[in-house]
């Protein structure tokens, strides 16, 4: 008996190895984007092309959400920067869902682990998102929220975390600053040093929900043995639920996802557990101490609401055009199996690069004092 749990407790530790391994890159690729914006963007240029909201706006957000490379956690630092920078909360929020639902390598691997079908559909689910959360912030949101919310005082790192942009009189000057280099490499070991227990425990939860949940407990969940229509509602209900209940973030609920899969969860309900990576509970208290409590509560049931509905869509379009796979995965063995691939070379670069910036960050320390004197001089330039 003893033997058997220290197995099943082996395998779980592996298969959290397993989520770091496929995610580990695009959290270093995220933050470092993070880094790079709050060193390079002042906030009324960011006011002035971001702050509107208006449908041009969102549509730009969303294509840059796309273009980048991160995890949930690593897009919320991006989120954060921007619209406390002056961008309106519906375009910081349409980058949000963007940048974890419409990326590349998202895709790839939910190809590579559940079929192109699912690939489709978190795309597809992604331009949903955007549309139903813009709508519903546009109905919704009232004024003196968003006021509030870009005026929270973070007690993790205090004001001088908008207080880091690089003097120079554009962006390009900025970045090519040599004191560029130092700046994001400082804005980079503070975002690691404010969200890596976050980030290690939903790993930890994730692998070992996949080893120990047996695949009749989400048979039973999601109501495997309803009838179709029953099962689509509720699956779409519970799904983000058992999202934010396992802690697992963007491309690292990926597995989990499958084990849902292969254990009997409703296409739509996998489909909104893959979307409700934005609501996980360490990512929901990331939002209480970026925004405070009352944006992180509308965050959540606007997510919650955005998320359900995009899943009930995708699922009965993809239903009507007949392209709901098939449960012939077998993720527990994928998860657990290491080769050198794209993935590795992938970590290699985004370990060289965490090396770097840190290394850089303990040789120069952060100066809260100096960093608060360098906004007025990004401020007044133009992009």
């Not at 298969?15 to 984007?33: H, N």
């Not at 400082?186 to 949940?213: C, H, P, T």
């Not at 695949?215 to 058992?242: E, K």
Request: charged share 15%.
């Amino acid at each position: 008996m003893i033997r058997t749990v220290f197995g099943e407790v082996g395998h779980a530790l592996l298969m959290a190895a397993g989520m770091v391994w496929q995610t580990g890159w695009s959290l270093v690729l995220g933050f470092a984007i993070s880094a790079l914006l709050q060193a390079i963007l002042p906030e009324d240029q960011l006011r002035r092309a971001l702050g509107k909201g208006c449908v041009k706006e969102i549509a730009l957000a969303t294509v840059a959400g796309a273009a980048s490379s991160s995890c949930s956690y690593a897009s919320a630092a991006i989120m954060r920067t921007l619209f406390k920078k002056g961008a309106a909360l519906v375009v910081s929020l349409a980058f949000l869902f963007a940048s974890t639902n419409l990326v590349l390598e998202l895709g790839l691997i939910l190809f590579m682990l559940l079929g192109w079908q699912f690939m489709a559909a978190e795309w597809v689910g992604g331009v949903v998102l955007v549309v139903i959360m813009s709508l519903l912030v546009k109905l919704t949101l009232p004024r003196q929220l968003v006021e509030d919310a870009r005026q929270h005082k973070e007690a993790d790192q205090g004001h001088q975390h908008m207080a880091s942009v690089v003097a120079g009189a554009t962006w390009r000057d900025r970045i090519t600053n040599p004191e560029a280099r130092i700046r994001v490499a400082q804005n980079f070991a503070m975002e690691w040093r404010m969200l890596w227990k976050d980030l290690a425990a939903g790993f930890l939860i994730g692998g070992f929900v996949a080893a120990f949940v047996p695949d009749g407990v989400w048979q039973t969940l999601f109501l495997g043995h309803a009838s179709a229509g029953v099962r689509t509602i509720a699956g779409v209900l519970i799904g983000p639920v058992v999202a934010m209940l396992t802690f697992v973030c963007s491309i690292g609920n990926v597995p989990l996802a499958a084990v849902l899969w292969a254990g009997g969860a409703s296409f739509g309900g996998v489909i909104a557990f893959l979307y409700a990576d934005l609501i996980v509970l360490p990512l929901l208290d990331v939002y209480r101490r970026y925004f405070g409590w009352r944006m992180m509560a509308y965050m959540a049931v606007v997510f919650f609401v955005t998320m359900a509905t995009a899943a009930l869509i995708v699922d009965a379009g993809f239903q009507w055009l007949g392209w709901v796979p098939d449960r012939s995965v077998d993720i527990r063995q994928r998860m657990t199996e290491f080769s050198i691939n794209y993935t590795f070379w992938l970590n290699l670069v985004a370990a060289a690069l965490a090396l770097y910036l840190f290394i850089q960050n303990r040789r120069h320390p952060m100066n809260h004092d100096h960093h608060h004197d360098q906004r007025s001089a990004g401020a007044s330039a133009e992009p």
